[in-house]
């Protein structure tokens, strides 16, 4: 595609979160004389992801970890030299609790997420009465739904364990996760897992505890969620992009650079203006949309409304993390766990914390801890309305009921995050298809981001390489065209 071959292509990324870092690093890597040029709209790279040291605390202003069951995130830490950097979670910890009638309650071992692999833990439990135990162990003689339709996490987890086991314990730990309502979200685009556990087994419990005969035992041992198998890197979620950003080319990152409008040229290429007065328009033989799904709806609309309009209509909530330090003296509750989860039906004002400090080390000087507090989401966006102090002092609040902590904190520090969780409702797989589909109609066109496939940062990654590959089988393939001619 160069020398010899013709003239050198260029390809822009629109969007520096990691989902465009990944793609602009992948296309360097796989086509090293490849003018990639990425460009992001704010004064710095990784999006929602960052990083900040202050007085020997570390502070995630959004994801702190990422699960490595699937190994695309861990993959590229390898590749960029982060691999012996990358940190486990504190053995002895992990587990997590959720409030019952204000207390927090350790979440049965062994069960994750929706189901339990262990039946002693859950018959012990007083998150659940009596008769929410055994609608749960009912589930063995739930049939199996006999179509593959779609049907939310709410509609699943309800059919097949009971409306306690849901409000309880699924419900909470859907909201931690991914800050939304089980009642829209889409069970074959969130968890498409435990939909597979039902057709193939009859049973989730069966199913899951014929899987938990193989695991290891620290992960039998944990609760809530799989924590053996999330990673972080010693010096922050930043150090990832940071990574990331020294290994593109000089000259490839365009910070500040807002794109106006885009279009296609007559010759099949891509025509970029960016919202500086004066700027010129610049050519581009392909375009990559990594953008949230309201920014590059925006970005298409003026090419093809019926592409942008599913994109519009993807929903993202918000939330606020409030980040709290006390002294480890402070805090009455022994800290045991990595954090905790709040049910709707207890009508707290928070949906979770997480024990920062407790997870991984170097996050807190020696005898104090670090609390991450979220707030909003999808089921209380009305208190992203509060005022910064009032969204503190909420969160400090939630902390000392719930934990026993003696006196304010030390120090606190609130990062926002407007629109920037994508709700998959149900149906969403279907409307991806579409949108895709269409996309693909456009010569030179690529949508990646955390809109389609997945929302961690391992999804992340491996959607922005996948669309790495799709843009030079693209190029290649027009440089073939272009030989025959």
Sequence with gaps: MRGNEGP???????GGGISGLATAHRLTELDPGLSVTLLERADRLGGVLDTH???GYLFEWGADNFITNVPWGVDLCRRIGLGDQLLETDQQHRG???VRNGKLRRIPQGFIVMAPSRVWPVVATPILSPWGKLRMALEFFVRARPDDADESLAEFVIRRFGQETYDRLVQPLIGGIYTGDPRRLSLQATMPRFRDMEKNHGSLIRAIMRQATASSRAERHSSGGRYSMFVAPRDGIASLVQALA???PAGTVRLGARVAHLAQAADGGWIVQLAEHGEPAETYDAVVVATPAGEAARLLRPLDDQLAEPLSAVHHSGCCIVTLAYRRAQVRHPLDGF???????ERRRVISGSFASVKY???APEGHTLIRVFIGGALQEELLGLSDQQLVELAARELQELLGIDGPPLLHRLARMPASMPQYYVGHRQRVAAVQARAA???GLFLTGNAYHGVGIP???HSGEQTAQRVLDYLRQQCAHACDK
């Design 53 to 55: 040291r202050e007085d």
């Design 246 to 248: 020294r290994r593109l």
């Design 8 to 14: 050198v292509r260029r390809v822009a990324v629109i």
């Design 361 to 363: 080390p170097g996050r």
């Design 96 to 98: 997590a609790f959720v």
């Design 339 to 345: 954090g905790f989860v709040v049910p709707a039906i």
């Design 441 to 443: 109609a456009v010569g």
């Design 459 to 461: 999804f992340c990654v």
